[in-house]
């Protein structure tokens, strides 16, 4: 048997032996049916692996839990709309804000609503990495820690809306972005908020989304506004869009995230290189993006209940082709057959070697019955002569 013959039945071997591979990952997003036609504000997963599921909420008191193939509809008992979700590290509890001063704690099972003044505005609510407290930000500057049952009023230094808050992974501070062409930094041991300038004083800055590892922040705004925070400073990065950024996520192997832009823009980061545009096939726009614990998909929230999932799921692809000018096909085929002829030239002799090993068994017992049949003829005589 020569080298290529070989080669070709280890490969027919491989075929048979595994499964087709599956499809490589698309630069585009797949949409999923939400089931609901409001805009869709936040999304965010149970931090639990093995036992994950994630949450999304928007206008109208609309809250739905996604298990990974379907949406569940959940009742708050409210018809505010809701703008932040902030899980406990634990998994525990999940806190809900929004209009109306909506304050929603949720347990996996059901909603406890705790009162608060009507005349707030939530925008959004984040649990410290260490589980201890909670921050909650709005309009006209609000910004209060919590529980999960009383707020505690803090001084944010600004009186304009505060959209979001991106604690650091080791939770030893959050930065605060909104209406303002800057950063707040909040210091949880001293209870500061500090400013921290760009060097850009044209746009506001809307959120922040840090690297899990926490070594590296990405902060973005409008006009396409986009920075890289390291620690020492802020450094602007080239973007290929004017739009306003409306949301972020980075993916557990501190590589790679996704970025949203209004009109249904989405891009894929990685570290040096150009953003890499992200087939979305819609111009509904995207407020929030949150991939799942184990990094496995991202999924991306938006306008009239819209809901992407990245990378789309994968569906297994057909047996790839050889490469090759065709003989490679050839000597398969040439295998197989070979295959299939030796076994079926091993079935023939197995069954011939039985019929002769049967047809001995078989001469074997008449030569033996022919033997008794002599012996008692001959022992018959004897008696007879006697």
Known sequence: MNAKLA?????????????????EQSDAAERLDSTVSLDLRAVSWRPAPGDTYALVAGEGGTVLRYTGLFFMTLSPNTTSGLFGIGWHP???KALLVGRDGTFLEYDGTGFRSAPQDRTLWFEDAKWRPQGDFALVVGHNGTLARTDGSTLVRLNSTVNDTITSISWRPDGRFAFLCGDFPFVLRYDPQTGNVDRLD???????????????????ALVFGTLG???R??????????????NQWLAA???????????????????????????????????ESIYSIAFAPNGSLALCVGSGGLVLRYPPAQ??????????????????????LLIFSLMTVGVAVYMTHRARKRQHEADQLADAELHAVELAAKRKGEQGNK
């Open 7 to 23: 080669l070709g039945l280890a490969a027919l071997f491989l075929l048979l032996q595994f499964q087709p591979a599956a499809a």
């Open 249 to 283: 996520g980075w993916s557990v192997d501190n590589r790679t995230a996704i970025l949203a832009a209004r009109a249904g823009l989405l891009y894929r980061f990685e570290e040096g290189k150009n953003l890499t545009p992200l087939t979305t096939n819609t111009t």
């Open 90 to 92: 634990s998994g525990s």
């Open 198 to 216: 760009t060097g850009l004083a044209g746009q506001y800055l809307r959120g922040v989304s840090w690297r899990p590892d926490g070594g590296t």
């Open 315 to 336: 569906i297994p692809g057909p047996i790839p082709p050889v490469d090759g000018d065709g003989t490679d096909w050839l000597l398969l085929s040439a295998a197989f």
């Open 225 to 227: 506004t986009l920075y």
């Open 229 to 242: 925070y390291d620690g020492a400073g802020f450094t602007l990065l080239d973007t290929p869009t004017a």
